[in-house]
C-alpha cells in the first residue's frame, strides 16, 4: 500500500473493477427510505406525547433545544460522515477497514467534547433549575452521535436492513423510555423527553446494529484522518452551518417576535410533513456512498440519469403525499393536536410546499458532495441563506409563522435551481473530481 514522507499508508481512493461497479440499489432505498419513516413515525410519536404531557412553551423549548443539537450534528455529518462515506466509499478491503477504525476514534472522542460543551452552555445559559433540561440534551446529543456512525457504517457497506434493526431498537427504547417516565412522574418536560432520546439512542449504537465487517487491520492514524476530515470540512463544515442557519433560524426569529408557545405551534404543524423531509436524508443516505463509488468508476453520465429519474420519483411521491396535510385543511388538525394548536392548518400546507422542494434540492446537492462540489455548495448555501433569512425577518412580523415558513421556502427554492444548474451544467471532466481527491489523499 502506498504510504507518505513518514512511511504512514496512505488513503487513497480505490477504483473499482468495472464488474464491480456499486449498483443503484433500490432494495436499498426502500429499505432506507422505511427506516427514515419509522424515525419520522418515532419523532412524530415523541413529538404528540410531550404535547399531551407537558405545555406548548415547553414543546417549543424542546423545539429550541433540539435545533441546537442539529447544529452539532451538522459538524459530525461534515467531519465524520461525509468523509466516511466519500473517501469510505471509494476504499476497499484493508484500507478501508483501518480508515474506519481511525476515524470511530476520531469521532468519539470528538463527540464527548461537544456533548460536555452543550451541557456546561445549556446549564449556565438556564441557570441552577436547569439541569435536567442541560444534562438531557447533552445525553440526546452523544446518544444519537453514536448511533448516527454505526447507522451510517452500516449503509456505506450496504447493510441497510442491520441499520434499519438498529434503529427498530432504538424506537422501541426511546417510546417505552418516554411512556415509563410520563408515568411515573405524571408528566414530561423537554429535559425528560430528551434523555429517553439519548439512553436510548446510545443503547441503540452499542447492541442494535451490526459490527463492521471487512478483514482485519490496525487503524489509521488519528493525525491522518484528521486531516482528511479537516480537508472536505473546509468547505461543508461552514456550509452545514449556514444551512441550519437557514432551516432551523427561522425559530428563534418567530420566538423572539411571537415567543416560545408561536415556536411550539410552528414545529407542530411541521410535524404533518416530517416524512416528506426524511425521505430527503434518505434519499442522500443511500445516494452519497454509492455515488462516490460510481464516480470513481467513470460513471457520472449514470449518476446524473438516476438523479433525473429520482427528481421525477420525488416530485410524483410527494404530490401524492400532499393529500395528507389538504385533509388536514379539510378535517382540522386539532383532531390531532389539543385545542389550543387550533388554527395553524395554513403552516401545515406551507409546510409541505417546503417540503417538496427540499427533496428536489437534496438530490441535486448530495450529487454535488460525491463529485466533492464543497466550494460551489458552500457559494450556493450562502446566497440562498442571506435571501432566506432577509424574508423570514420581513415576513414573520406582517404575517406571522406562516411568513418565515415561505421566507424559508423562498430561499430553498434559490438552492434548488443553483444546485440543479450547477450539476448538470457543463464540466471539465471527472478527472477534476478525482484529482481533487486525489491531492486530499497524498496531503496526508
Not at 37 to 66: C, D, H
Not at 288 to 314: H, K, N
Request: glycine fraction near 14%; charged fraction near 10%; aromatic fraction near 6%.
Amino acid at each position: 500500500m502506498p504510504g507518505d514522507a513518514r512511511g504512514q499508508p496512505a488513503i487513497r481512493p480505490a477504483v473499482p473493477a468495472a464488474g464491480q461497479r456499486v449498483a443503484w440499489w433500490r432494495g436499498g432505498l426502500a429499505v432506507t427510505a422505511i427506516d427514515e419513516a419509522l424515525l419520522g413515525v418515532l419523532s412524530l410519536a415523541l413529538a404528540l406525547v410531550l404535547i399531551q404531557g407537558g405545555s406548548k412553551a415547553e414543546y417549543g423549548v424542546f423545539a429550541l433545544v433540539s435545533s441546537v443539537i442539529l447544529l452539532f450534528r451538522g459538524a459530525q455529518g461534515s467531519l465524520v460522515l461525509t468523509p466516511l462515506a466519500t473517501v469510505g466509499g471509494r476504499l476497499r478491503g484493508r484500507e478501508r477497514v483501518g480508515f474506519v477504525r481511525g476515524l470511530a476514534r476520531f469521532q468519539v472522542g470528538f463527540g464527548v467534547v461537544v456533548a460536555l460543551a452543550l451541557t456546561g452552555g445549556l446549564w449556565v445559559f438556564v441557570g441552577d433549575g436547569g439541569w435536567g433540561l442541560a444534562a438531557g440534551s447533552g445525553l440526546a446529543l452523544i446518544g444519537n452521535w453514536l448511533r448516527e456512525f454505526r447507522r451510517g457504517l452500516a449503509v456505506m457497506e450496504g447493510r441497510v436492513g442491520g441499520a434499519l434493526l438498529g434503529d427498530g431498537v432504538f424506537a422501541l427504547l426511546a417510546v417505552a423510555m418516554t411512556l415509563a417516565a410520563w408515568t411515573l412522574l405524571g408528566g414530561l418536560s423537554a429535559g425528560h423527553v430528551l434523555a429517553a432520546i439519548g439512553i436510548a439512542a446510545g443503547g441503540a449504537a452499542f447492541v442494535g446494529f451490526p459490527r463492521p465487517g471487512g478483514p482485519v487491520a490496525p487503524a489509521t492514524s488519528p493525525r491522518q484522518v484528521a486531516r482528511v476530515s479537516i480537508a472536505q470540512a473546509r468547505w461543508t463544515l461552514p456550509g452545514s452551518t449556514i444551512g441550519w442557519v437557514q432551516q432551523s433560524g427561522y425559530i428563534y426569529a418567530v420566538g423572539l417576535v411571537l415567543g416560545p408557545a408561536a415556536v411550539g405551534e410552528m414545529v407542530a404543524a411541521r410535524l404533518f410533513v416530517v416524512p416528506l423531509l426524511l425521505l430527503a436524508v434518505a434519499w442522500s443516505r443511500m445516494l452519497l456512498p454509492q455515488a462516490a463509488a460510481l464516480l470513481a468508476d467513470g460513471g457520472e453520465a449514470v449518476l446524473l440519469a438516476r438523479c433525473g429519474r429520482a427528481l421525477r420519483m420525488a416530485l410524483l411521491g410527494s404530490g401524492l403525499y400532499l393529500v395528507i396535510p389538504a385533509a388536514a385543511l379539510v378535517f382540522g388538525v386539532g383532531r390531532l393536536l389539543p385545542a389550543d394548536y387550533a388554527g395553524c392548518e395554513m403552516q401545515v400546507l406551507a409546510w409541505g410546499g417546503f417540503a417538496v422542494i427540499n427533496l428536489t434540492r437534496s438530490l441535486a446537492s448530495t450529487a454535488l458532495m460525491a463529485r466533492l462540489e464543497f466550494r460551489a455548495l458552500f457559494a450556493m448555501t450562502v446566497a440562498s441563506a442571506a435571501i432566506s433569512l432577509a424574508l423570514v425577518v420581513a415576513l414573520v412580523g406582517p404575517l406571522g409563522a406562516t411568513g418565515a415558513i415561505a421566507g424559508m421556502t423562498a430561499g430553498e427554492l434559490l438552492l434548488a435551481v443553483l444546485a440543479w444548474r450547477v450539476l448538470l451544467g457543463p464540466r471539465e471532466g471527472q478527472a477534476r473530481s478525482a484529482l481533487r481527491v486525489e491531492a486530499q489523499s497524498t496531503a496526508c
